[in-house]
């Protein structure tokens, strides 16, 4: 039972944030219950979808981009978002199951997502204290320090939300997926 009440519907969420769900919900064709739960504060979920909004037109791609939310949910044992992400990996990044998996394990099939899934694993891992070589490793493979900066960012937007569903215990609406730690 989730420890943070999630309105049930758009309309049973705060005013101010109605608006804002109805635009996810015209987006995904739902309104996820992260999303309502978030919507309880009107400025954290304006700020959460400002961000996602603003990471969305970065240079990173969206399925790199998947494969960062799946390693960092994996790290944080967070059923939710490996759940949500591997949905969404699947149908709207087009992930496989062997590339989600790897991504889930800190890399990738993809050589080039490789380097960015690793340097985001440990970013998260690591608390951000990284060495010069991690910044090397993730620059010889092809990324920029625009493009760094973006990892970093979806390393913390991920935190966040894999924190805000831990601590809520929000209740999964996509198909459940575990994290292998907590099995």
Same mark, same amino acid.
């Given at each position: 039972? !989730? *420890?943070? !009440?999630?309105?049930? &519907?758009? /309309?049973?969420?705060?005013?101010?944030?109605? /608006?804002?769900?109805?635009?996810?919900?015209?987006?995904?064709?739902?309104? !996820?219950?992260?999303?309502?739960?978030?919507?309880?504060?009107?400025?954290? $979920?304006?700020?959460? $979808?400002?961000?996602?909004?603003? $990471?969305?037109?970065?240079? $990173?791609?969206a399925p790199t981009r998947e494969r960062i939310a799946l390693a960092v949910a994996e790290i944080n044992e967070c059923t939710y978002c490996l759940s949500a992400h591997t949905y969404l990996g699947k149908n709207l990044a087009g992930? +496989?199951?062997?590339?989600?998996?790897?991504? *889930?394990?800190?890399?990738?099939?993809?050589?080039?997502?490789?380097? /960015?899934?690793?340097?985001?694993?440990? @970013?998260?891992?690591?608390?951000?204290?990284?060495?010069?070589? %991690?910044?090397?490793? @993730?620059? *010889?493979?092809?990324? +920029? %320090?625009?493009?760094?900066?973006?990892? @970093?960012?979806?390393?913390?937007?991920?935190?966040?939300?894999?924190?805000?569903?831990?601590?809520?215990? &929000?209740?999964?609406?996509? !198909?459940?997926?575990?994290?292998?730690?907590?099995?």
């Open positions: 039972m !989730p *420890r943070i !009440p999630t309105p049930q &519907t758009i /309309a049973a969420a705060p005013d101010a944030s109605q /608006a804002m769900l109805k635009a996810v919900e015209k987006q995904l064709g739902i309104a !996820p219950n992260l999303f309502r739960l978030v919507s309880n504060s009107p400025a954290a $979920l304006e700020g959460y $979808l400002g961000m996602s909004a603003a $990471l969305s037109k970065g240079r $990173l791609p992930l +496989d199951d062997p590339e989600m998996i790897a991504n *889930r394990e800190g890399s990738s099939n993809d050589s080039k997502a490789a380097a /960015a899934v690793q340097f985001a694993a440990k @970013v998260a891992r690591e608390r951000g204290h990284i060495g010069q070589a %991690d910044l090397d490793a @993730v620059r *010889r493979a092809g990324y +920029d %320090d625009g493009q760094i900066i973006e990892i @970093v960012q979806h390393v913390a937007l991920n935190v966040w939300t894999n924190y805000i569903n831990k601590v809520a215990d &929000t209740e999964i609406d996509f !198909p459940v997926v575990q994290s292998r730690q907590a099995a």
